[in-house]
């Protein structure tokens, strides 16, 4: 055990918003009131933006109502940025804000970035001489992060996605006896965790349910192959529902939705890859009625339907940051380990934020069935267990009742800074 | 009390699903054990189509549990169909079929369309002095059908889009300091009732609540207008959510999303209106963030987010049809009223299927606000009683457990029917 570092702590997110990033925030309220070292609670809003405005707020003064709510509510209670500190001033000016309120133990919670710009922080106050406890808090529902064995947030988008899903198979199938393609765009632009997760919507042992076919990023999108697959299907089901990954691309390595309303219509914004295979069936299938929808945003805030597994672990993250910090750890991530046993256990361990800054962790291709357009049992063992149990949101007059935090701001005590 | 007639019933399902049309067939068939002259209890297989081709099943055979499981299984469990029964071939042959399988009690589970056909073979049996009792079910999550106060079906669409929206408005909310416009693509082509209803997912007495702006198909689109009150609420939130119907229409009647594509592309189908005033935004407010969403068919049959009032309701007009035929009803559907009292009740009654036949209700023009972007509290206070209560999915395995018939066909007795 290392010395005891007292001071205040600092908690930001940062990134894309996902149902249980603040239960990660939760964790941390929670655990850092467990320890003396730790004086005060402090959030940043909109992660280093707004730490770099001194923009604090006192989380010890939200209500423990409010802290536990943190559990089932959505997207990012702090706030969140896409923003990447730019330069040395930008780094030394976080330092700055650090030291003006004694901030001695920093946690960001986030994506690839985040963690290399925590990694950044942590070497900075280093190498300026200022004691400081730096512990990335992983989350991304794209589930793209090395060395952790999941991400928080990925499962309950997987969980949302395969209910819709569900539901929209037995919406389509209900419709009679007119061959339908139903197209359903999903997130993920760069990787097909997110659209190989929609496997598990199959009832086990029914292979004609939906989806009948998984359109990953990891595999060049061929016109003519999709659409013969499509009619494979229509024979066998009369309905065919396809999962789409936002991302796919074509042999060429152009995003396919995008290079179509390029080469078209001459503009490149114009539709999504929904829209785009529904075109394709209705232009190529003549008779097949097709659909399509996109769920957009909807599916990463869908805390309605969030796995109970993916908020526990992602609170289990917040504390056990804060427990490294407080027991001297600095310049690591806390990543998730699954046991190696039959029931599914999860831990977790400590890795180099270095180890992860901007790394990325690929679907494996060994998971991509031969046809490639489905995905091996072995994904769907690994997927399933992030899955389990659901979120009990509160109601309150026939709709979530979700907690926003009171934000009450910490006083600043430096000058206003102007961004380059 | 009419005379006692003894026989079979036969009940049906037709036009879009929804997440409790399956409510009301539960609670057919609970109410028909319940009555000794109701002999067989036949389910007939999507709608009119598979009753002409005599495709009956044994509702009676399915297990209790099944038949519990319908009350919380979305879309149509016995299959449905937008078919029109065009001849007096086809009326000759339905009564046929009844004739064959004495078939006594006829209920159909619609919207207009489906009232209109269950009228019209009413009347058939009538003249052909063939003993039958019909009686309609409402169903339809357009909420549009005469006389009844609202549809079963409806309740449940506007939790949904609520529960997401509430939950999008989280995620930008957080996405900081950029301005950023989000569109919520709804359903109801006609009747502006789904798009009104996303107005309670504000907080009571939070103006700036999502959504901002709501498009009712009621009011023609100006594209002016809506981008002066896209910016008006940026000024205030820097962020602007806006709800618009599929079908909105602008000031000569036309769709705005197809004739959009209509004059810039050449063709009709591409986009719709989320995307079409996604490009608005972007191409009129610049440094604007535009995003769109289209929840498509999953808004309709989004079980896991479903009102239990909704479905309660559904379950007792399943119930009240076959109470009402028993007693010697006939040429009627089961409608909705709602108490005069200040706490919600509803109760049921009967009305002529002629007065419901085709109609349409639309959406009251005075509960449109002046600046006809949002509506009137006249209309929360209508909405609000129909999302309380929230249906309790049955999980497995981390999914939810919807329930499919096993379909035990009855052997038909007629020659097979060619249709025209």
């Not at 650090?98 to 900075?124: L, M, P, V, W």
């Not at 992602?314 to 998730?336: D, H, I, P, T, Y």
Request: net charge negative; charged share 20%.
């Amino acid at each position: 055990m290392e010395e005891t570092l007292t001071g205040n702590i600092l908690v930001a997110q940062s990134g894309g918003p996902s149902a249980v990033i603040n239960a990660s925030l939760a964790g941390v309220i929670t655990e850092a009131l467990n320890h003396e070292c730790i004086e005060e609670i402090y959030g940043g809003l909109n992660g280093v933006e707004g730490i770099l405005n001194e923009q604090l707020i006192d989380l010890a003064a939200e209500s423990q109502q409010t802290v536990r709510g943190l559990c089932t509510t959505p997207a990012s209670a702090l706030g969140t940025c896409r923003y990447k500190l730019k330069s040395e001033r930008d780094f030394a000016r976080i330092i700055d804000v650090f030291k003006a309120h004694n901030i001695r133990y920093f946690f960001y919670i986030g994506g690839n970035d985040s963690q290399d710009t925590a990694n950044k922080i942590a070497e900075c106050a280093k190498s300026s001489g200022y004691e400081l406890r730096v512990i990335g808090i992983p989350k991304t529902i794209d589930n793209d992060l090395p060395v952790t064995d999941h991400c928080p947030g990925y499962g309950s988008v997987v969980k949302y996605l395969c209910t819709s899903i569900r539901e929209l198979a037995l919406d389509h199938e209900s419709m009679g006896n007119h061959d339908l393609v139903s197209i359903v765009e999903v997130m993920g632009r760069n990787a097909g965790w997110i659209a190989a997760g929609t496997s598990v919507a199959k009832r086990r042992n029914q292979p004609e349910d939906a989806p009948h076919i998984i359109l990953l990023p990891e595999v060049a999108f061929n016109a003519d192959y999709f659409l013969s697959q499509v009619q494979e299907c229509l024979k066998k089901n009369k309905f065919c529902l396809v999962v789409a990954s936002e991302g796919i691309i074509d042999a060429n390595g152009n995003y396919v939705a995008a290079a179509d309303a390029h080469d078209s219509f001459g503009h490149s914004q114009l539709g999504g890859v929904g829209e785009y295979l529904q075109q394709l069936v209705a232009k190529n299938l003549p008779g097949v009625r097709a659909r399509s929808c996109k769920l957009g945003h909807a599916q990463r805030c869908a805390e309605q339907c969030a796995s109970q597994t993916d908020s526990n672990e992602a609170f289990m993250c917040g504390q056990m940051a804060v427990r490294a910090a407080v027991n001297g750890e600095s310049g690591k991530m806390v990543a998730l380990i699954r046991g190696d046993t039959e029931k599914y256990t999860c831990e977790t361990t400590l890795t180099e934020l270095s180890s992860v800054a901007n790394g990325v962790k690929h679907f494996p291709e060994n998971w991509i069935s031969d046809d490639k357009i489905s995905v091996s049992y072995q994904f769907n063992k690994y997927v399933m267990p992030l899955l389990q149990g659901e979120v009990q949101v509160p109601y309150e007059n026939g709709l979530p009742a979700y907690v926003r935090l009171s934000k009450e701001r910490i006083q600043p005590k430096l000058a206003p800074y102007a961004a380059e």
